[in-house]
């Protein structure tokens, strides 16, 4: 046109379309460049290695492997027989942001296999660090230690030291279980045998005495 202001009309739409190509420009280069960097993990999958364990995640009962989506709390049971250790540490939240598909670290306990403490004839059990003794009323955790100690006038015969196992039994070296505590030989009976030996010896020399003098 020549006008001067038709040519000015048409100078402005040109430069309002050249911006919006470059504004379309440079929301492609955000989605393809920062938007996979804040994308976060939707699910996140129930660990297998805590001993045969089953879930609770909302409203819904789950299994080892499962996926739950992000934000949900799930509570941890274990199976019969076993214990939850450390106590108390059994619910976690999948992470609703930042999260990586897998809970956080140690968010649950594992579930241990129990051993019962074992009656020994004249003999005591202390485990771990307790120095308490135990008895036919306790139990104690999978992989607990614990050491036999005989009564006075009773030596140990076998291991003196075991290991709850998975399988619920104390195991000590070479899968053998706790030793016995038996009668030693320097008890009651081995002062009776003492003082029957010295009788006859005085007897003996009182004998020898006799014959001496009818000699």
């Given at each position: 046109?020549?006008?001067?202001?038709?040519?000015?009309?048409?100078?402005?739409?040109?430069?309002?379309?050249?911006?919006?190509?470059?504004?379309?420009?440079?929301?492609v280069?955000?989605?393809?460049?920062?938007?996979?960097l804040?994308?976060q993990a939707?699910?996140c999958?129930?660990?297998?290695?805590?001993?045969?364990?089953?879930?609770?995640?909302g409203?819904n009962?789950?299994?080892?492997?499962?996926?739950?989506?992000?934000?949900?709390?799930?509570?941890l049971?274990c199976a019969?027989?076993?214990?939850?250790?450390?106590?108390?540490q059994?619910k976690?939240?999948c992470?609703a942001?930042?999260g990586?598909?897998?809970?956080t670290?140690?968010?649950?306990?594992?579930?241990?296999?129990?051993?019962?403490?074992?009656?020994?004839?004249?003999g005591?059990l202390?485990?771990g660090?307790?120095?308490?003794?135990?008895?036919a009323t306790?139990?104690?955790?999978?992989?607990?230690e614990c050491t036999?100690?005989c009564?006075e006038?009773?030596?140990?015969?076998?291991?003196?030291?075991a290991?709850c196992?998975?399988d619920?039994?104390?195991?000590?070296?070479?899968?053998?279980p706790?030793?016995?505590?038996?009668?030693?030989?320097?008890?009651?009976?081995?002062e009776?045998?003492?003082?029957?030996?010295?009788?006859?010896?005085t007897?003996v020399?009182a004998?020898?005495?006799?014959v001496?003098?009818?000699a």
């Open positions: 046109f020549a006008s001067s202001s038709g040519v000015y009309s048409l100078a402005l739409s040109s430069e309002k379309l050249c911006n919006m190509k470059l504004y379309l420009s440079l929301m280069v955000a989605v393809l460049v920062i938007g996979p804040s994308v939707e699910t999958t129930l660990p297998n290695d805590l001993g045969g364990a089953t879930w609770t995640c409203s009962v789950k299994q080892v492997g499962d996926t739950v989506s992000a934000g949900t709390e799930c509570a049971t019969a027989g076993k214990t939850l250790d450390p106590a108390g059994n976690a939240t992470p942001t930042g990586d598909g897998s809970f670290e140690a968010a649950f306990g594992k579930c241990v296999a129990q051993c019962p403490i074992p009656t020994i004839a004249h005591t202390t485990c660090t307790d120095n308490t003794p135990k008895n306790h139990k104690v955790n999978e992989n607990t036999l100690a009564t006038g009773h030596t140990l015969n076998g291991l003196a030291t290991t196992r998975g619920a039994s104390f195991k000590g070296s070479d899968n053998a706790f030793g016995t505590c038996g009668a030693n030989n320097n008890g009651t009976d081995g009776g045998s003492g003082a029957q030996s010295l009788v006859m010896s007897g020399m004998l020898m005495a006799l001496a003098m009818l």
